[in-house]
Protein backbone atom coordinates (compact mmCIF):
# COMPACT_ATOMS: atom_id res chain seq x y z
CA UNK A 1 0.00 0.00 0.00
CA UNK A 2 1.41 3.22 -0.66
CA UNK A 3 0.67 5.94 1.44
CA UNK A 4 -0.03 9.69 -0.16
CA UNK A 5 2.61 12.12 0.37
CA UNK A 6 2.07 15.63 2.98
CA UNK A 7 1.17 17.78 -0.11
CA UNK A 8 -1.51 15.65 -1.05
CA UNK A 9 -2.69 15.10 2.60
CA UNK A 10 -2.83 18.63 3.11
CA UNK A 11 -4.83 19.35 -0.18
CA UNK A 12 -7.29 16.89 1.64
CA UNK A 13 -7.76 18.58 4.90
CA UNK A 14 -8.44 21.36 3.38
CA UNK A 15 -11.68 19.91 1.65
CA UNK A 16 -13.13 18.46 4.45
CA UNK A 17 -15.31 19.71 7.11
CA UNK A 18 -14.74 20.96 10.68
CA UNK A 19 -16.27 18.36 12.51
CA UNK A 20 -14.69 15.26 10.42
CA UNK A 21 -11.82 17.00 10.88
CA UNK A 22 -12.11 17.14 14.46
CA UNK A 23 -13.13 13.25 14.15
CA UNK A 24 -9.88 12.19 12.42
CA UNK A 25 -8.09 14.11 15.34
CA UNK A 26 -9.45 11.71 17.97
CA UNK A 27 -9.18 9.03 15.87
CA UNK A 28 -5.22 9.86 15.91
CA UNK A 29 -5.21 10.54 18.87
CA UNK A 30 -6.90 7.45 20.09
CA UNK A 31 -4.22 5.41 17.71
CA UNK A 32 -1.25 5.89 19.84
CA UNK A 33 0.34 7.90 22.78
CA UNK A 34 2.73 9.95 20.82
CA UNK A 35 0.12 11.08 18.70
CA UNK A 36 -2.03 11.92 21.72
CA UNK A 37 1.01 13.31 23.70
CA UNK A 38 1.40 15.62 20.21
CA UNK A 39 -1.93 17.04 20.27
CA UNK A 40 -2.10 17.48 23.74
CA UNK A 41 0.87 19.87 23.23
CA UNK A 42 -0.55 21.36 19.73
CA UNK A 43 -3.63 22.58 21.76
CA UNK A 44 -2.79 22.94 25.18
CA UNK A 45 0.94 23.82 25.84
CA UNK A 46 2.36 25.30 22.17
CA UNK A 47 1.46 28.72 23.32
CA UNK A 48 4.70 28.30 25.78
CA UNK A 49 7.69 25.91 24.75
CA UNK A 50 9.80 27.00 27.70
CA UNK A 51 6.86 26.17 30.46
CA UNK A 52 6.19 22.73 28.34
CA UNK A 53 10.24 22.19 28.73
CA UNK A 54 10.24 22.62 32.69
CA UNK A 55 6.70 20.61 33.00
CA UNK A 56 9.09 17.70 31.06
CA UNK A 57 11.71 17.88 33.20
CA UNK A 58 9.40 17.66 36.04
CA UNK A 59 7.99 14.86 34.66
CA UNK A 60 11.94 13.22 34.71
CA UNK A 61 13.06 14.57 37.69
CA UNK A 62 12.05 11.88 40.38
CA UNK A 63 12.98 9.15 37.74
CA UNK A 64 16.29 10.59 36.97
CA UNK A 65 17.50 11.34 40.91
CA UNK A 66 16.34 7.31 41.63
CA UNK A 67 18.07 5.65 38.92
CA UNK A 68 18.99 1.96 39.30
CA UNK A 69 22.19 0.46 40.93
CA UNK A 70 23.14 -1.80 38.43
CA UNK A 71 25.20 -0.29 35.31
CA UNK A 72 23.40 -1.82 32.02
CA UNK A 73 20.37 -1.39 33.62
CA UNK A 74 21.14 2.17 34.16
CA UNK A 75 22.35 2.56 30.94
CA UNK A 76 18.95 1.05 29.80
CA UNK A 77 16.73 2.94 32.05
CA UNK A 78 18.96 6.30 30.68
CA UNK A 79 18.07 5.98 27.16
CA UNK A 80 14.52 5.24 27.61
CA UNK A 81 14.56 8.40 29.56
CA UNK A 82 16.50 9.78 26.55
CA UNK A 83 13.94 9.06 24.19
CA UNK A 84 11.43 10.22 25.91
CA UNK A 85 12.61 13.61 26.41
CA UNK A 86 13.70 13.36 22.56
CA UNK A 87 9.73 13.28 21.56
CA UNK A 88 8.97 16.11 23.39
CA UNK A 89 12.06 18.16 21.83
CA UNK A 90 10.66 16.91 18.68
CA UNK A 91 7.16 17.90 19.54
CA UNK A 92 8.27 21.21 20.41
CA UNK A 93 10.74 21.93 17.24
CA UNK A 94 12.25 24.68 19.35
CA UNK A 95 16.24 25.23 19.81
CA UNK A 96 16.23 26.76 22.92
CA UNK A 97 13.99 23.71 24.24
CA UNK A 98 16.21 21.42 22.64
CA UNK A 99 19.45 22.99 24.63
CA UNK A 100 17.09 23.70 27.74
CA UNK A 101 16.53 19.92 28.10
CA UNK A 102 19.52 18.36 27.06
CA UNK A 103 21.71 20.50 29.01
CA UNK A 104 19.28 19.81 32.07
CA UNK A 105 19.54 16.09 30.95
CA UNK A 106 23.83 16.11 30.67
CA UNK A 107 23.68 17.73 34.08
CA UNK A 108 21.46 15.61 35.46
CA UNK A 109 23.70 12.44 34.06
CA UNK A 110 26.72 14.03 35.89
CA UNK A 111 24.88 14.42 39.03
CA UNK A 112 23.19 11.63 39.53
CA UNK A 113 23.64 8.93 36.97
CA UNK A 114 27.35 8.72 38.48
CA UNK A 115 29.12 8.88 34.89
CA UNK A 116 32.77 7.21 35.15
CA UNK A 117 35.20 7.03 32.04
CA UNK A 118 35.42 2.97 32.98
CA UNK A 119 31.37 2.72 32.03
CA UNK A 120 31.94 2.71 28.09
CA UNK A 121 28.25 2.98 28.07
CA UNK A 122 27.19 5.32 30.14
CA UNK A 123 29.87 7.70 29.14
CA UNK A 124 29.35 7.45 25.97
CA UNK A 125 25.85 8.36 26.13
CA UNK A 126 27.16 11.45 28.08
CA UNK A 127 29.22 12.50 25.53
CA UNK A 128 26.69 12.31 23.17
CA UNK A 129 24.49 14.62 24.74
CA UNK A 130 27.60 17.10 24.87
CA UNK A 131 27.95 16.85 21.14
CA UNK A 132 24.25 17.17 20.46
CA UNK A 133 24.19 20.58 22.34
CA UNK A 134 26.96 22.17 20.97
CA UNK A 135 25.61 21.19 16.90
CA UNK A 136 22.09 23.02 17.86
CA UNK A 137 24.05 25.83 19.32
CA UNK A 138 24.29 27.52 15.98
CA UNK A 139 20.66 27.29 15.87
CA UNK A 140 20.23 29.35 18.38
CA UNK A 141 19.62 33.20 18.06
CA UNK A 142 23.15 35.45 18.72
CA UNK A 143 21.28 36.44 21.85
CA UNK A 144 20.05 33.35 23.02
CA UNK A 145 23.74 31.37 22.46
CA UNK A 146 25.35 34.11 24.82
CA UNK A 147 22.33 33.14 27.18
CA UNK A 148 22.92 29.72 27.19
CA UNK A 149 26.76 29.58 27.02
CA UNK A 150 27.51 30.32 30.95
CA UNK A 151 25.25 27.06 31.86
CA UNK A 152 27.08 25.28 29.03
CA UNK A 153 30.60 25.71 30.48
CA UNK A 154 29.27 25.37 33.67
CA UNK A 155 28.25 21.80 32.69
CA UNK A 156 31.86 21.32 31.01
CA UNK A 157 33.33 22.49 34.48
CA UNK A 158 31.42 20.25 36.55
CA UNK A 159 31.57 17.30 34.35
CA UNK A 160 35.72 17.91 34.27
CA UNK A 161 35.12 17.76 38.14
CA UNK A 162 33.23 15.24 38.45
CA UNK A 163 34.18 12.74 35.30
CA UNK A 164 37.95 11.37 35.38
CA UNK A 165 39.51 11.22 31.77
CA UNK A 166 36.57 14.05 30.43
CA UNK A 167 38.40 16.68 28.54
CA UNK A 168 36.41 20.03 29.09
CA UNK A 169 38.72 21.63 26.45
CA UNK A 170 37.65 19.10 23.46
CA UNK A 171 33.64 20.30 24.24
CA UNK A 172 34.29 24.05 24.54
CA UNK A 173 32.13 26.42 21.72
Same mark, same amino acid.
Given at each position: ?????????????????????? %?????????????????????? %????????? $???? %????? =??????????????????????? =??????? =? =?????? @????????? &??????????????? @??????? $??????????? %????????????? &???????????????????
Amino acid at each position: MKTNGIAEIKKSIKNISQAELA %EICVKLARFKKDNKEYLHFLLF %ESSDPLAYA $EDVK %ESLHN =SLTNLNRHPSLKVKELRKHLRHL =SRHIRYT =S =SAEVEI @TLLIWFADM &LVAHAGVRHSNKALY @TLFVRQI $EKIRKTFPKLH %EDLQFDYKQPYDD &LLDRSADDISGFNKDQYKL
